[in-house]
C-alpha cells in the first residue's frame, strides 16, 4: 500500500513506513496509508503490533517540511489534526503496539513513537522536537505526550531548545524502553511482541484501557476503572483456563499443559 508495508507473523504484525528516500518523513499520503493499515489489522488474529521505518537511516524523521512550507493557517490546523486524530487511534489501539526505532525518530517521528506503548531503539537513534527551529510547534501531540513521558521540565527543555538527543540520553530519561544494536533491533521488538501476544489477548487489551484512561484521572477514579476492567475479565474463557492451569500446576506439574487463549 504506497508508501506503508504490511506483514503478519503468527500474532505479530509488523508496519513498515516505506519512503527512505525521504526519510520516512509523514507527509498526508503517508498519514493517509498509516489509516488504512492500522483500520484494516485483523483483530481476531493479530495481537500485537510493531512499527518501524524502512532502511537503517531514519525510522521517521519528521513531518515533511516541502508540504509544510506553503500551508496556510487553516491548512496548518488541518494537517495537525490529521495527524492528532491518527496518533490518537493508535495510543488507543487495542492491541498494544512497539515502535522499534531504527534511526533519526525527529519531530512528528518522536510523536508517533510516544503515541506506540513501548519505544525500543537501535543505538544510532536521534530523537528531537525540533519544531521551534523552524518557526512553529509541535503538532502532532508532542507538547502533550514528551511531558508526560519524561516529565515537565525536560519536555520543556527539548522542546524549547530544538535540541537533538541520541539513543543512550533518551533511554536515561525513560523516553525509551531499551537501546539494541541495528542487527538486533527488529527481532528483539518481534519477540517482545510474541511474547506479549502469547498472553489472554482480552486481559491485555484491558490493561492497555486501564494505564491510558487511568493516567488521565485521579487516582480514585483510576482504580475504580482498574475494577471494572478487572471484572470483565472474569467472563472470559481464558481466565477460566489460565487459572485452572496454575491450579494444575499447583497440585501437579506433570498435569500441566499449554493455555491456547482465545480472542473472546
Do not use: W
Not at 498509516?34 to 503490533?49: A, Q
Not at 489501539?93 to 518522536?110: E, K, M, R, T
Not at 503515541?115 to 501531540?141: K, M, Y
Not at 525509551?176 to 506479549?196: C, R
Request: hydrophobic fraction near 40%; include cysteine; proline fraction near 3%.
Amino acid at each position: 500500500m504506497g508508501y506503508v508495508d504490511y506483514e503478519v507473523e503468527g500474532a505479530v504484525g509488523v508496519i513498515t513506513i516505506n519512503r527512505p528516500k525521504s526519510l520516512n518523513a509523514l507527509n498526508s499520503e503517508v498519514l493517509d496509508d498509516l489509516k488504512k493499515v492500522f483500520d484494516g489489522v485483523d483483530l481476531e488474529t493479530v495481537r500485537c503490533l510493531v512499527l518501524t521505518g524502512a532502511g537503517d537511516k531514519s525510522f521517521v524523521a519528521g513531518a515533511d517540511i516541502g508540504e509544510m512550507s506553503t500551508l496556510t493557517k487553516a491548512e496548518g490546523t488541518a494537517f495537525g489534526k490529521k495527524g492528532n486524530d491518527l496518533f490518537l487511534e493508535i495510543e488507543s489501539f487495542p492491541i498494544p503496539v512497539i515502535a522499534a526505532i531504527n534511526g533519526f525518530a525527529l519531530g512528528g517521528g518522536n510523536e508517533i513513537s510516544m503515541a506506540c506503548d513501548i519505544r525500543l531503539c537501535s543505538d544510532n537513534a536521534v530523537f528531537g522536537q525540533p519544531e521551534v527551529g523552524l518557526g512553529i510547534t509541535p503538532g502532532f501531540g508532542g507538547t502533550q505526550r514528551l511531558a508526560r513521558l519524561v516529565g515537565m521540565g525536560m519536555a520543556k527543555q527539548l522542546v524549547y531548545t530544538a535540541r537533538n538527543i541520541k539513543a543512550d540520553e533518551a533511554y536515561r530519561i525513560g523516553l525509551v524502553n531499551a537501546v539494541y544494536t541495528q542487527e538486533e533491533l527488529l527481532p528483539a521488538a518481534k519477540k517482545l511482541a510474541a511474547t506479549i501476544a502469547g498472553n489472554a489477548p482480552i486481559a491485555v487489551r484491558n490493561c492497555k484501557k486501564a494505564i491510558n484512561e487511568g493516567c488521565q484521572v485521579s487516582i480514585s477514579e483510576g482504580v475504580a476503572l482498574e475494577e471494572k476492567y478487572f471484572g470483565d475479565c472474569f467472563e472470559s474463557e481464558d481466565q477460566k483456563e489460565g487459572m485452572a492451569n496454575f491450579l494444575r500446576k499447583k497440585d501437579d506439574p506433570k498435569k500441566v499443559k499449554h493455555v491456547a487463549f482465545q480472542n473472546k
